[in-house]
């Protein structure tokens, strides 16, 4: 190491102090040859080495030669060395290097200058220079290019001058404009635009090299997220000369990588142009239409349309970036999508519709990419698009079973409904169930948010195999049992699938989902079958099922309850909540939408984005990316497999989000509010004629037995989900321990206990409330008592007054038959008496009256009492008064 240190300070030595000019170059070509070589030297060079040759690149101009060597030594410098070994913990010297070199303005000013000298090598090795420092250093030199006045168009002019500085300065342009937005404007304004096309052009187009490669990528780098660019190209230059490039020409058979790069590259382009500025307000991003618009005036479906579906030749990578450019282009946009579904292909007298084709690619092709890519088309072709939707609805007309037999190319003169229902039945006999999917995928586009197209789709049947031994059953009935023998499918060749089994029931499950979802009629076609039911319970708890289909099966039971406008019992919401408490438990149940909500997807699940940046790095293996259904699945419960990301799309994540949450809130309420078992009548809160008061008491007993009985089986069965939730607490937390930490559960588990607490406390409440009740009826029914004694005895006062009138009367005759004394005048004296039997008659009647008020206000006070409690005051005042004569000391105390 000392060695290196000395040497290169000894070169270095020699190159500011040498008198000889030979030798001086000579130390430098020696000095550029060790630290191109070595570790070391790069080291050192950096401790000491750049006064001495910036100093050089400053002074010595006219020595070109000199000029020469220190720029290229500068470039070994900050390039790594490839066969170098260096630890983790040491510094890598050419990074170090780079940032020494870009500390100071000064020095990226003077590698600029030098852009302007006349010697080729001089303006070579300072791009090579310029492209090593952003490559290490990259938002010091962006910087420092911004700074510095016409920095970004020195380096356009060198897009004119001879090919190989050109191409030098083509990629360190690429380099530049990745992120910074700035530089973009700069570039755009000096003219880039027009170089890149007219450089595209001077290559060949798509036929071209790499440098095509790069002069896309610069053009992509320029279009991405900025929507002024956008607009400036279109306003300027047009489209006309992107699309161009891709006319397929001469040797339209053959695919070279390069020409293929090339394509996805001008893919990609108009991908970023069809999906305009995704960080704008989607009701101001008007650009993103406008070029969507200005794309197919110009006739860019058409050679889409050769690049997807007519040029089966071509690598799947383009097919599979047409298809989708395809689908962005008529997403949300009626005219392009009226264009789509106009389109024919083919020649006279084999024509058919581009749909058409779109969907035998769907069914017929062996790359999931390409199957997926396809899929896409519809997915854009009906997001909200109910005209379009029913149109294709409406070609769902079963054909003879004849025709269902036949093999899939024989569906070229089909409808492209009876095309689709052929794919949904070809694959039964084989038990090739992959087909059957991807048909159902289509399906699921056309049925979504379409409540029409959903109530057409419930009126196919499908005939049975073997017409003699079986009835037409309905397609959703048709499409459960393919759920059912999906776990069990086989490829084509025979042997268990491993590959495409993972995402067969995912997407069988979402049709299913998508059907039922606000649509009566399908949950009702779904219950006919009482083994539907059965099997997803059993679905959601067998152990070999992802946490995907469990969380879509728990859905699917979920819409059931939700949807459910059945009365017929055992079908309707409270059976099918019941059937879920005892088969599988709550908890359980709902611990399949937790699992679901954490998984990878769910977690993940955002808005498309646009495509990484296609880089030189990236570019090869994107054209001849394998298919993801050729690599070896060997774990069939892989919940990270990148195809489940396309069937579990964001728009029906956040639509399962929401519907979970319906879900849970919905079965939670009818738990918690069974189904009542007594039938009330208001007759029976009425007392019969001729029934006794104390029959009438004995049943109103029996009627608030039979509530208790209501309120016991609730309590019984939180005290089940209370069993439930320790036995699960106990289970789950050894099982999930170490993915959840125990707190899976936790939400629900303190939901259901605060649910069980306030069930407790109402029991409670009501046991008090009952008991008050009680007692104030016992105290009425002793002031009832007392007031019928105060009576009683009123009417025995009255009878005594009444005997000695009758007594005064008899002597009153007496008298007057002996005649011996003067006779009173008796009719005074019984007129006086019964005046004053009178008076104290109605003296204690009056104070009767006033206590009987009295006690009638609290009765009302009561009885109001009684009702907002929910309690028939009829029925607990039957048979007052039969007790009569009990307690009088309290009733004397209440009178009191």
Not at 239 to 255: E, P
Not at 401 to 429: I, K, Q, W, Y
Not at 870 to 875: F, N, P
């Amino acid at each position: 190491m000392a060695h290196i240190d000395s040497y290169v300070e000894r070169l270095l030595d020699r190159i500011s102090n040498g008198v000889l000019a030979d030798d001086r170059r000579n130390a430098m070509a020696e000095l550029q040859s060790v630290v191109a070589e070595s570790y070391a030297a790069q080291l050192a060079f950096g401790a000491m080495g750049f006064p001495v040759l910036l100093s050089v690149l400053k002074e010595e101009r006219d020595d070109v030669e000199m000029v020469r060597g220190a720029l290229e030594t500068l470039v070994s410098a900050l390039n790594p060395i490839d066969h170098a070994r260096v630890s983790k913990n040491e510094v890598e010297p050419a990074l170090m290097n780079s940032d020494l070199l870009s500390r100071e303005l000064e020095n990226i000013s003077l590698l600029l200058s030098l852009l302007s000298e006349d010697d080729f090598y001089v303006r070579y090795y300072t791009l090579q220079l310029l492209t090593a420092l952003l490559t290490n250093s990259p938002n010091r030199l962006q910087e420092a290019i911004l700074t510095i006045p016409r920095g970004v168009t020195g380096l356009m002019d060198m897009l004119m001058d001879r090919e190989v500085i050109r191409n030098e300065a083509l990629l360190l342009l690429t380099y530049l404009t990745r992120e910074a937005k700035e530089i973009q404007k700069i570039v755009v304004f000096e003219g880039a635009f027009e170089k890149i096309f007219s450089i595209i052009k001077e290559e060949g187009g798509s036929e071209g090299g790499v440098v095509v490669q790069d002069c896309l990528e610069l053009l992509n780098n320029l279009l991405r997220n900025n929507a002024s660019n956008q607009v400036l190209l279109r306003e300027t230059m047009g489209f006309d000369s992107l699309i161009s490039i891709l006319k397929l020409r001469g040797s339209t058979y053959k695919f070279t990588q390069q020409k293929t790069i090339n394509l996805v590259g001008v893919l990609d382009t108009i991908g970023l142009l069809l999906h305009g500025n995704p960080e704008a307000d989607p009701g101001k991003d008007t650009d993103r239409m406008v070029n969507k618009t200005v794309l197919v005036q110009k006739k860019v479906l058409d050679h889409l349309l050769m690049l997807a579906v007519e040029s089966q030749w071509a690598p799947v990578a383009v097919r599979c970036m047409a298809l989708r450019c395809i689908g962005d282009l008529v997403v949300n946009h009626p005219k392009n999508r009226d264009a789509l579904a106009s389109k024919v292909l083919g020649e006279e007298p084999q024509v058919e519709p581009a749909l058409n084709s779109i969907l035998r690619i769907i069914l017929r092709t062996s790359s999931m990419q390409e199957f997926f890519a396809a899929d896409s088309v519809f997915k854009s072709f009906c997001e909200k698009n109910p005209e379009g939707q029913t149109m294709l609805a409406s070609t769902l007309i079963p054909q003879p079973h004849s025709m269902f037999r036949a093999p899939l190319e024989e569906d070229v003169n089909m409808s492209f409904g009876s095309m689709l229902l052929h794919g949904l039945t070809l694959s039964e006999g084989d038990g090739d169930l992959e087909t059957c999917c991807r048909a159902a995928s289509v399906l699921s586009h056309i049925l979504k948010d379409n409540f029409q197209c959903k109530e057409m789709v419930l009126q196919i049947d499908i005939e049975a195999p073997t017409p003699s031994l079986g009835v037409p059953e309905p397609l959703m009935h048709r499409l459960v049992k393919y759920l059912a023998l999906a776990s069990s499918m086989k490829s084509k060749d025979g042997k268990a699938s491993t590959s495409g089994s993972f995402y067969v029931r995912p997407i069988l499950l979402k049709l299913l989902v998508i059907w039922l979802s606000d649509c009566q009629r399908a949950v009702e076609c779904f219950l006919d079958s009482r083994p539907h039911l059965t099997y997803l319970l059993e679905l959601i708890s067998n152990p070999t099922a992802t946490i995907c289909v469990k969380g879509l099966a728990a859905v699917l039971i979920g819409e059931c309850v939700i949807y459910n406008k059945i009365k017929e019992s055992g079908r309707d919401a409270f059976s099918i909540v019941d059937t879920i408490s005892q088969k599988n438990g709550l908890t359980s149940f709902f611990l399949k939408f937790d699992e679901m909500q954490k998984s990878l997807f769910f977690t993940s699940a955002k808005p498309a984005m646009p495509r990484k940046p296609l880089t030189r790095s990236t570019a090869a293996s994107m054209s001849d990316f394998e298919d993801v259904d050729e690599i070896e699945v060997t774990d069939q419960k892989n919940e990270d497999h990148p195809m489940l990301a396309m069937v579990l799309d964001s728009q029906f994540v956040f639509f399962v989000k929401e519907l979970e949450a319906n879900i849970r809130e919905q079965i939670v309420e009818i738990y918690s509010q069974p189904k009542n078992q007594v039938a009330v009548f208001p007759a029976e809160l009425e007392q019969s004629s001729g029934e006794s008061d104390i029959d009438y008491i004995q049943r109103l007993k029996r009627f608030t037995e039979k509530q208790c009985l209501e309120i016991q089986d609730l309590l019984s069965r939180n005290s089940i989900l209370a069993e439930d939730l320790a036995k699960r607490g106990g289970n789950v937390s050894s099982q999930v321990e170490h993915k959840t930490s125990g707190g899976v559960e936790r939400p629900h588990v303190d939901t259901l206990r605060r649910e069980l607490h306030e069930s407790s406390q109402r029991l409670e409440t009501l046991k008090t409330e009952k008991t008050k009740i009680e007692a104030e009826a016992s105290k009425h029914r002793n002031i009832a008592s007392k007031l019928e004694s105060d009576l009683k005895s009123l009417s025995d006062a009255y009878n005594c007054l009444e005997q000695a009138n009758f007594q005064l009367e008899r002597e009153v005759k007496a008298l007057k038959s002996g005649g011996a004394v003067a006779i009173p005048d008796v009719e005074a004296i019984k007129a006086e008496a019964r005046e004053e039997a009178q008076k104290e008659s109605e003296a204690e009647l009056n104070d009767l009256l006033v206590c009987l008020g009295q006690e009638q206000s609290k009765v009302e006070k009561l009885s109001a009492r009684l009702l907002e409690l929910g309690e028939d005051v009829d029925k607990l005042l039957e048979g007052i008064g039969d007790d009569m004569g009990l307690q009088d000391d309290d009733g004397e105390d209440d009178e009191d």
